[in-house]
C-alpha cells in the first residue's frame, strides 16, 4: 500500500516569524560555560586518578603459626593423604572466617602449604591472599592483617587455639608465592597470580562451542604422534611424569615418535616437550579395557607456573556417589568422527552408578570396579574422538583431583557387546559414557 503525502495550503498555516536571540555567548554565559567544562574535566581526572592510583593490587603473605590443641599426625606429612587434605580445609575455613567477618572484605584466599611437628601442638604454614589499595604499603597491610586476627582470637572461639607469640607474617612476592603453591597440587592461577575459582560451565565438548580459558585446566596434555598429529588427551601429575590411557599407544610405543604440548591451544603450544619413556600397565587388556592406564615420562622436566600445573592425585580409597559433578577436558571431535580442535574445550558431567552403566540397556555388565561412568543417559553432553587419555577431575575445596581416565577405544575397534557403538563414548541417547578409573596403587 502507497502513501500520498497531504497537501496544505499556507494559509491554513501562517508562517511564524522567530525573533533570533543576540549575543547568546556573553560574557558571563562563556565564564561560566568554560567553568562548567573545567569542572567536568576535573571530576573525569578525579575518577581516572581513583581507580588507577586507588587501584586495588594483590598481597601475598606467608603465614607461620602453632596450634596447640591439636596432635600432629604421620599421615599429616603426605600432602594427598585425606587427614591432610581434612586438616588444611579446617584451617583454611578458619582464616577464611576470621577475615571475611571483619568487615574489610580484602581477604581472597588460603592455601596450606605444610603441616610439621611440634612437642606443643603442630606448626602450620600457609599462604595468605588479600587485595588492598595499591598505595598501601606490604608493611601497613601486614599491621592491619595482625589486628584483624588478634582481635578475631580475643572475640570468638576458634577449632584452633593459635599460640600468639609464634605467629609470624612474612610478605613475599607472587613468584614466591608461586614456587610455594607449586608444592600443591591441583591449584589453578589467573595470569596475575589469583586464584581461579571453581564455576559450575555447562557447556559442551561435543557439539559445544565453549573454549578453556587459559590457567583453567593446566594439567591438561595433547600427545602427539610426529606426522599424524594430536592422538589423546592426557594429564600432568609432576614436573616428569603424565597419565593417559593404554590404548593411546597401540599404533606406535616408541617414545621418540611422540611429542607432547600444554596449553589451551595445540598450535602454538604453550610448551612442547619429546618423550623418554612410555609404560603401560602390565594388566591392561584391549578386549575388555580394563586397567587402560599409561605413564609417560617427559625427557626433560616442566616447570610450574599458572597454564602448566599439576593435578592432585585422590586417596585410592576415593568413592564419588551418583551425579557428582565432575569435568572433562579435551582436544577432541565436538561432532560425530569430526576433526581435533586446536583449542581446548570442557564439559560439565555427571557420576553415574556402575549399576546403572551396567544395566542391559547401557554397557550390559561390562563396567568392572576398576571402572568409572561419568556423563548424561540422555546424550547431552559428551567427550569424542581424541579426548582420550583425558583427564576427569572432581573439585574440593578448589583443589582438583584426578578420578578417571577418558577411556574412549578407536571408533575402527570392534564392539565386544550389542549395547556399544565401537566407542565408549556416543552422541545418540542413550549416552553411554565411561571413564576407567585410575588404580592409584599403580604409581
Known amino acids: 500500500m502507497m502513501y500520498q503525502p497531504l497537501e496544505c495550503s499556507q494559509a491554513d498555516y501562517p508562517q511564524v516569524e522567530y525573533q533570533r536571540r543576540q549575543k547568546f555567548w556573553g560574557p558571563i554565559s562563556l565564564s561560566l560555560f568554560t567553568l562548567a567544562i573545567i569542572a567536568i574535566i576535573g571530576i573525569a581526572i578525579g575518577i581516572v ?42 584451617i583454611e575455613r578458619m582464616m577464611s572466617r576470621i577475615f571475611q567477618h571483619s568487615g574489610e572484605g580484602r581477604f581472597i584466599k588460603s592455601h596450606v602449604i605444610k603441616l610439621s611437628p611440634d612437642q606443643n601442638g603442630m606448626n602450620i604454614l600457609m599462604v595468605l591472599v588479600f587485595r588492598f589499595p595499591s598505595t598501601d604499603s606490604a608493611e601497613q597491610v601486614r599491621k592491619k592483617i595482625e589486628r584483624i586476627l588478634y582481635q578475631s582470637l580475643k572475640r570468638e572461639p576458634m577449632p584452633l587455639t593459635i599460640h600468639k607469640p609464634s605467629f609470624t607474617l612474612t610478605s613475599i612476592d607472587n613468584k614466591k608465592m608461586r614456587n610455594l603453591l607449586n608444592s600443591r597440587c591441583g591449584i589453578r592461577m589467573t595470569p596475575s597470580y589469583m586464584p581461579l575459582p571453581s564455576f559450575a560451565s555447562t557447556e559442551r565438548i561435543v557439539q559445544g562451542s565453549e573454549a578453556a580459558l587459559e590457567g583453567e585446566w593446566p594439567w591438561q596434555a595433547s600427545l602427539q604422534l610426529v606426522g599424524a598429529g594430536h592422538q589423546c588427551g592426557a594429564s600432568l601429575i609432576s614436573n616428569t611424569w603424565l597419565l593417559t590411557a593404554a590404548h593411546c599407544f597401540r599404533r606406535n610405543k616408541d617414545p621418540n615418535r611422540w ?17 623418554r619413556k612410555i609404560i603401560i600397565h602390565e594388566n591392561y587388556h584391549k578386549e575388555t579395557n580394563e586397567n587402560d592406564i599409561a605413564l609417560a615420562q617427559l625427557a626433560t622436566r616442566v616447570e610450574f607456573s599458572n597454564v602448566v600445573q599439576r593435578v592432585c592425585l585422590p586417596d585410592s580409597s576415593i568413592k564419588l556417589p551418583p551425579k557428582t559433578g565432575v569435568f572433562v577436558t579435551g582436544f577432541g571431535s565436538i561432532v560425530d568422527d569430526g576433526p581435533t580442535q586446536n583449542k581446548l574445550r570442557q564439559a560439565r558431567v555427571e557420576t553415574i552408578s556402575t549399576e546403572v552403566c551396567n544395566r542391559k540397556d547401557v554397557y550390559d ?23 582420550s587419555g583425558g583427564p576427569l577431575v572432581y573439585d574440593n575445596h578448589e583443589i582438583w583431583y584426578l578420578v578417571g581416565i577418558g577411556d574412549l577405544p578407536d571408533p575402527g575397534i570392534e564392539p565386544t557387546s550389542p549395547a556399544l557403538t565401537g566407542r565408549f563414548f556416543t552422541t545418540e541417547p542413550p549416552g553411554k559414557p565411561v571413564y576407567g578409573l585410575a588404580a592409584m596403587n599403580y604409581y
Not at 611429542?259 to 610448551?271: D, H, N, R
Open 49 to 90: 586518578t581513583h581507580f588507577v592510583v586507588e587501584d586495588d593490587k594483590s598481597f601475598y603473605y606467608l603465614a607461620s603459626f602453632k596450634a596447640t590443641n591439636i596432635k600432629y599426625r604421620e599421615c599429616y606429612g603426605m600432602r594427598t593423604s585425606k587427614q591432610f587434605i581434612e586438616r588444611s580445609h579446617q
Open 259 to 275: 611429542i607432547v604440548t600444554f596449553g589451551i591451544t595445540i598450535t602454538p603450544p604453550t610448551v612442547q616437550r619429546s618423550l
Open 365 to 387: 555388565g561390562m563396567i568392572t570396579s576398576g571402572m568409572l561412568c561419568a556423563g548424561f543417559m540422555e546424550g547431552k553432553v559428551d567427550a569424542c574422538k581424541g579426548d
